[in-house]
C-alpha cells in the first residue's frame, strides 16, 4: 500500500498545477475535458434602428482614428454605416446611404446592405464602402434593383463622396482603394443562382469612370492588392485573375497547394473564399467557409502558377465549421471567428489565430459574453424577441453568441467580432488574446 508521501511524490507536479490553477484562476483543460473554456468579450448592441433583421456581414474595419466602421443591413429599405468609438463605447450612424444617394426607393428597389469589407484609404484614410441588393419578395425579380454604388466616407470631415453605380441591376460585393495610384478594384453581383456573375471592375479615383475586366462568376468575392500594386480577385474554378495597373494587362493564373493541384474545396462551384493580406502585401491568406482550413498564397511568386499552402485545420477535433471571419492584423497574425457546428450542445463560436511559421492554429476558446446585461432578449411578455436567436444561454450560465460574420483586429491589440440575431460588436482586450 502506498503511503500518503509517496502518493505526493508520484503527483507532486499535477498537485502543484491544480494549486496555481485555482489560485490564477488557469484553465486546466487536460484535467477536464467536460467544461468549457470560453473567452469572455464585451458586448455593444448595434442600434436595431439601423437593421430590421439584427444583421450585417463581414462589413468590418478599423479605421486610421481607431473607431470601428460597421456595415448594416436592413432589408427593403436602406443601408448605413455605423461607427463605434472604443473610447466612449458610443455608436453613431454616419453613413445613411439613401440620403448620399438621393433615393426613395423601397423593396428590392432599395440599397439594403453593405456587405463589404470598408477598407481604408492609405492616404487619406477614407473608409470605401459599397451597397448591395437585398432578397426578392414574390412579385419582384432581380431586374428590379437598380444596381449598388460605391461611396467613400471620410471621418476626418463627416462627408460621403459617391462614385457612383458601377455596373446596372449588380450589387457592390467589394471595394479595395489602391489611392497610391488613384485606383479603386470593385467586385459587382448580380445575386444569380446557382452561378452568380460578378464583374472585376476598375475605378479611377478622380474621374470616376469604370473599366470593366470582364464576369469572374464567384460569389461573395474579396479582392487584395500586392506589394507591385498588382490586384487579385478569384474566378470560378480556382483560379486568380490578376490586374497590373503598370503594364495594364489581365491574367488568370492556376494556383497550387503544397506543389499539388488546389482542393476541390476551393475550386468547387460555390465555394466561398474569405480572402485578406499581410501588412507587407506579400501573402494571400483565405479561408473557404465551410472547410475547416487556412491556406496562404505568396503574391511575389514569378511562376506562372501562384504557389499556396495548408497550414491545417482552423479547428482541431471537429466535423463540420462555418468560418465567414477572417483577418489578418497589423502584426501579420491571422484572426478567425469559427463556428463549430459539430458540438453536441449546439454549435458554438471560437476565436482562432494563426501565426505566419507555427505549427497549428491556436483556439483562444469558445466566445461567450462579458456583460449579457447589454441587451434584453425577450420582450415583455416573456417572448424571445424576433431575430434574438443565436445568442444561447448555456447550462453554467454563460451566454454564448455561434454565429459570427465578420473581424477586425485593431491596431492597439484589440481583437472584435461581428455576430448576428442580435446584431452584436464583441470586443477583445489585448491581454486576452496575446
Not at 40 to 49: C, D, E, K, N, R
Not at 210 to 223: K, N, P, Q, V, W
Not at 354 to 379: E, F, M, Q
Request: hydrophobic share 35%; charged share 20%; with cysteine.
Amino acid at each position: 500500500m502506498q503511503t500518503c508521501r509517496n502518493l505526493f511524490r508520484k503527483h507532486r507536479w499535477w498537485l502543484l498545477v491544480a494549486f496555481l490553477a485555482v489560485a490564477f484562476n488557469w484553465p486546466v483543460e487536460a484535467q477536464n475535458q467536460g467544461t468549457p473554456r470560453y473567452i469572455l468579450g464585451t458586448a455593444f448592441h448595434v442600434p436595431s434602428q439601423y437593421t430590421n433583421q439584427e444583421s450585417g456581414y463581414f462589413s468590418i474595419i478599423e479605421g486610421k482614428n481607431g473607431r470601428l466602421y460597421i456595415g448594416c443591413a436592413k432589408y427593403g429599405v436602406n443601408a448605413y454605416l455605423v461607427e463605434f468609438n472604443p473610447l466612449n463605447n458610443a455608436m453613431q450612424m454616419v453613413v445613411d446611404v439613401h440620403r448620399v444617394i438621393m433615393s426613395m426607393l423601397r423593396g428590392f428597389a432599395a440599397q439594403a446592405k453593405i456587405h463589404t469589407r470598408n477598407n481604408v484609404g492609405q492616404l487619406t484614410g477614407k473608409i470605401y464602402i459599397g451597397s448591395k441588393q437585398g432578397y426578392p419578395e414574390k412579385g419582384e425579380k432581380l431586374s428590379d434593383y437598380p444596381g449598388g454604388y460605391v461611396l467613400a466616407y471620410d471621418p476626418k470631415t463627416g462627408k460621403t463622396e459617391n462614385f457612383g453605380m458601377p455596373q446596372k441591376h449588380f450589387g457592390v460585393i467589394s471595394v479595395t482603394p489602391d489611392e497610391e495610384r488613384g485606383l479603386c478594384y470593385i467586385s459587382t453581383c448580380d445575386d444569380g443562382r446557382p452561378i452568380e456573375k460578378s464583374h472585376f471592375m476598375v475605378l479611377d479615383l478622380k474621374t470616376k469612370k469604370y473599366r470593366d475586366l470582364g464576369d469572374t462568376g464567384h460569389s461573395y468575392a474579396f479582392i487584395v492588392v500586392d506589394n507591385q500594386g498588382r490586384a487579385y480577385h478569384p474566378l470560378r474554378g480556382g483560379r486568380i485573375a490578376r490586374f497590373d495597373p503598370k503594364a495594364n494587362k489581365l491574367e488568370k493564373l492556376e494556383v497550387t497547394v503544397d506543389g499539388q493541384a488546389p482542393p476541390k474545396a476551393i475550386t468547387k462551384d460555390g465555394a466561398i473564399l474569405n480572402w485578406d493580406w499581410s501588412p507587407d502585401h506579400k501573402t494571400l491568406w483565405c479561408v473557404e467557409m465551410s472547410t475547416n482550413q487556412l491556406y496562404s498564397f505568396d503574391m511575389t511568386a514569378t511562376a506562372k502558377k501562384i504557389p499556396g499552402k495548408a497550414h491545417g485545420k482552423i479547428l482541431a477535433d471537429t466535423k463540420a465549421t462555418d468560418c465567414r471571419a477572417m483577418c489578418v492584423d497589423n502584426k501579420g497574425k491571422v484572426w478567425m471567428g469559427v463556428t463549430d457546428h459539430a458540438f453536441p450542445g449546439g454549435p458554438r463560436c471560437h476565436l482562432v489565430s494563426y501565426t505566419p511559421g507555427a505549427k497549428a492554429s491556436r483556439d483562444h476558446g469558445i466566445v461567450g459574453i462579458a456583460n449579457p446585461s447589454y441587451i434584453n432578449l425577450y420582450d415583455a411578455k416573456g417572448k424571445l424577441k424576433p431575430w434574438h436567436h443565436t445568442l444561447r444561454k448555456e447550462k453554467d450560465g454563460t451566454y454564448t453568441p455561434w454565429q459570427p460574420l465578420g473581424i477586425a483586429a485593431s491596431a492597439d491589440g484589440s481583437v472584435n467580432i461581428l455576430t448576428l440575431a442580435p446584431f452584436t460588436l464583441i470586443r477583445f482586450r489585448p491581454e486576452q488574446v496575446k
